[in-house]
């Protein structure tokens, strides 16, 4: 017996019947997987699907990405913005104004998506070779054990810490400035340029005094060493403690083995070069400072202890430095410990009392050193 028809009351038969429509609803499912696979490949790739006729983002990707958009404006045609144009960049935790030279991005970037803002970890586009171990910032407490130097070195020259111009030539991720501008001094020069194009050129900024963590990898540490006794300037180094007993580093500080012996006609004729020789000294923390990669990545802890090597360019600057009963206050309180030498340092522990083998000796030692504990070289 044939089945009856429907009345026609306006409610179709497709939804009187028990099992799914298989036609234009089937189609319309299809349509919406589609454009759902779209959106989530959109959001996957870190960019927000709009809704071109209501100029709004999908719910999906909302979630996904936890943004609120603030205003309906259409989004440009690359989709997004990098908040890196000329000026300061507005980022840091609790909001506040973070300097930066010639306007570059440091860690924390701002990108903006159609009007909602998220911090982000971006990679900069440095305008030279990058070695990715010479990437570790200093950490902030290394600044704090400074102040008494930068502050004993801004009053001799009659100036406030705040106008101290303090350079530091290798840019990382530029928490130097913002390090340092949080300790009172506003002045620091810290652009992404290519420091050594700069010496050829001559293009250096004119400063007070540098202080630098310098790149480990490679020659750079010599040619900063070689850059700072020639400028016959007051520079601040923070570096491994086995620099001390480099040749390179004696080679230096001393102008012996026939390189070029420093400019120092702004001091006086009556320095002579060892006298200045006699203005370096060392200030060490009692802990190991522990650096960090931009990228967060590297090991947690430091291979190597350092400290910083400082120099000012009179011999006598540094004596009223040491004897200033305040600047001893602080530098305990710091829980610092000041050097005069290099013997010094390893009458205090503070240096290694042996030659340190080079690489290819010490991967080898370290092979040997696991073999002899069951494990292979390779770790299997």
Request: with cysteine; proline share 6%.
């Amino acid at each position: 017996m044939a089945r009856e028809k429907p009345e026609q009351s306006g409610v179709s038969s497709a939804a009187l019947s028990s099992s799914p429509p298989r036609t234009s609803g089937k189609a319309m499912r299809g349509k919406k997987r589609k454009k759902a696979r779209k959106r989530k490949r959109k959001a996957d790739a870190g960019d927000v699907q709009v809704d071109s006729t209501e100029n709004r983002c999908s719910k999906k990707s909302d979630q996904k990405l936890g943004l609120t958009f603030k205003s309906q404006d259409s989004r440009s045609s690359e989709g997004c913005s990098n908040a890196q144009g000329g000026g300061n960049l507005k980022e840091r935790e609790g909001g506040e104004e973070a300097p930066r030279g010639s306007g570059h991005p440091g860690n924390n970037q701002v990108q903006k998506h159609g009007g909602a803002t998220k911090k982000i970890s971006s990679r900069i586009d440095y305008p030279y070779a990058v070695d990715f171990c010479d990437h570790f910032e200093t950490p902030f407490i290394a600044y704090q054990h400074l102040v008494p130097v930068l502050n004993y070195f801004a009053q001799s020259l009659n100036k406030s810490p705040k106008k101290l111009r303090i350079y530091d030539p290798y840019y990382c991720a530029g928490s130097v400035v913002s390090h340092l501008n949080k300790l009172g001094f506003k002045h620091v020069i810290n652009n992404l340029r290519d420091f050594y194009a700069d010496i050829r050129e001559q293009n250096i900024p004119e400063y007070d005094i540098l202080v630098s963590n310098p790149p480990y990898s490679d020659d750079h540490k010599e040619k900063c060493l070689e850059f700072c006794r020639n400028s016959g300037k007051p520079w601040c180094l923070l570096l491994p403690n086995y620099i001390a007993n480099k040749q390179y580093y004696k080679t230096i500080t001393t102008g012996t083995g026939g390189g070029p012996q420093g400019n120092y006609s702004k001091i006086g004729s009556a320095d002579r070069l060892e006298d200045n020789v006699a203005g370096v000294f060392y200030l060490s923390p009692s802990l190991k400072y522990e650096y960090q990669h931009p990228e967060e990545k590297g090991h947690d802890t430091s291979p190597f202890f350092s400290f910083w090597y400082v120099c000012f360019p009179r011999k006598q600057l540094v004596s009223k430095f040491l004897a200033n009963p305040g600047v001893q206050l602080q530098v305990r309180n710091n829980s610092c410990t000041v050097s005069r030498t290099i013997d010094d340092l390893r009458s205090q522990n503070l240096v290694p009392t042996q030659k340190r083998m080079n690489n290819k000796r010490r991967k080898k030692l370290k092979a040997k050193k696991m073999q002899m504990e069951g494990w292979s070289a390779t770790g299997l």
